[in-house]
């Protein structure tokens, strides 16, 4: 959605300045900052995760927002929030904030000149919407990972997140833990499909949602989603409630009988706990945790 927002705001104008809050939001240092003052905005793209900005004289603006990373449009000359606050984008029409929450600063902006230096930051993920159901099950197969790691992976699929491999996954009715190996056609088919069908539905939700303005609530957390989130809750199909699996700092989550057969998938934290008197069905779990 910000891709969207931003082509309707910047596209074709000049970037007048670049105001750092923060100097270890920028990883290079070669363009310098101040080679992108007057520079048009000639072009606005998606490579994987990060927001592309093609500008004038062959140079590139690549941003990362990461995981709290966030943008903002506000008036022209607006402040950088304080504490949250790392860069600002000055146009005449308004100034875009990139904003990033928390105490760890792990969004990034690289400036590139030319684009054999931009085809450093290109992962080779297959775009999902783009790719036919063959190219996307041959992907799929590539390395045989769990399907959660597989969708997620930036070098086999481009701009699947966390979140949307959640939903895809149970849309599908596949555990996040089968291997791509073991995938039958007709599971493969399944996928493709879910995939298709959650990626269209989230982007023209989100697009109703936000109109003509610029995104406010840029969150992997929204309301009628199956399971992302929603740990405990009753799935929305089954009424199972939803369970997870925790690790770094994300989770999956999944409905137990919706997509593994009733079994309750190991987490770390949980499984740590009770050991080997880890329960295997939803119904043992319910009762330990009561007891």
Not at 108 to 134: C, K, T, Y
Request: proline share 4%; net charge positive; charged share 30%.
């Amino acid at each position: 959605m910000y891709l969207e927002a931003l082509e309707r705001r910047i596209l074709g104008r000049p970037l007048e300045r670049v105001r750092l809050a923060s100097p270890f939001v920028l990883r290079t240092v070669d363009p310098p900052v101040t080679a992108l003052a007057g520079r048009r905005v000639l072009g606005l793209r998606r490579m994987g995760k990060r927001l592309v900005w093609d500008l004038e004289d062959d140079l590139f603006l690549v941003i990362h927002l990461m995981i709290a990373g966030r943008l903002r449009w506000a008036a022209t000359g607006a402040k950088v929030p304080g504490k949250v606050g790392l860069v600002a984008f000055d146009f005449d029409g308004g100034t875009l904030l990139l904003t990033e929450a928390g105490s760890k600063r792990r969004a990034s902006l690289h400036i590139v000149a030319g684009h054999s230096a931009l085809a450093a930051f290109e992962r080779g993920g297959l775009e999902p919407l783009e790719a036919e159901e063959g190219e996307f099950v041959q992907r799929l197969r590539l390395e045989n990972h769990t399907l959660k790691r597989a969708l997620t992976d930036p070098r086999l699929f481009s701009g699947i997140g966390n979140a949307y491999s959640d939903e895809i996954l149970h849309r599908a009715r596949l555990s996040p833990l089968r291997l791509t190996s073991r995938l039958s056609e007709e599971e493969g088919a399944r996928l493709y499909a879910a995939t298709q069908k959650v990626l269209t539905e989230w982007t023209e939700r989100l697009r109703q949602e936000t109109g003509d303005d610029f995104p406010q609530k840029v969150t992997a957390f929204r309301s009628g989603m199956a399971v992302h989130g929603r740990f405990r809750q009753p799935c929305l199909d089954c009424g199972t409630p939803i369970q997870r699996i925790r690790y770094a700092e994300n989770e999956t989550n999944y409905c137990p009988a919706c997509q593994t057969e009733g079994r309750l998938l190991a987490d770390r934290g949980l499984s740590r706990l009770l050991r080997e008197d880890w329960p295997r069905s939803l119904e043992e779990l319910e009762d330990r945790l009561k007891s």
